[in-house]
């Protein structure tokens, strides 16, 4: 059975950091892609980036981009999403995906995304 469980949301002031982790099992994050989304109170989910199988592409959404990173560690099989520069607009719950397409590349629909964790919840103040 495939579970992804994240971890690490919390309440941080704007300008600050927080990383979330997605601790996978079932199957092994070094041969599938992976995604990051997130969802806020009234809004549709939304993508903010996705990383490939081996890890060497990242792709992320424009609202994000220079201030997320995404990493691998395929000795934890987790991936992290580092969030730095934080604002306000970045409130929402977190979710990491994973497809199950093996070697596949990632990608920014979320109806291609076969497993999802149960999310966590990220604040940030102003």
């Known amino acids: 059975q495939v579970q992804l469980v994240e971890s690490g949301g919390g309440l941080v002031q704007a300008g600050g950091s927080l990383r979330l982790s997605c601790a996978t099992f079932?199957?092994?994050?070094?041969?599938?892609?992976m995604g990051w989304f997130r969802q806020a109170p009234g809004k549709e989910r939304e993508f903010v980036g996705a990383?490939?199988?081996?890890?060497?592409?990242?792709y992320y959404a424009d609202s994000v981009k220079g201030r997320f990173t995404f990493s691998k560690d395929n000795a934890k099989n987790t991936v992290y999403l580092q969030m730095n520069s934080l604002k306000p607009e970045d409130t929402a719950v977190y979710y990491c995906?994973?497809?199950?397409?093996?070697?596949?590349?990632?990608?920014?629909?979320?109806?291609?995304?076969?497993?999802w964790g149960q999310g966590t919840q990220v604040t940030v103040s102003s």
């Open positions: 995906a994973l497809d199950d397409e093996r070697g596949g590349r990632p990608r920014s629909r979320p109806e291609l995304y076969d497993y």
């Open positions: 990383i490939g199988w081996s890890g060497g592409v990242t």
């Open positions: 079932g199957l092994t994050v070094s041969n599938y892609p």
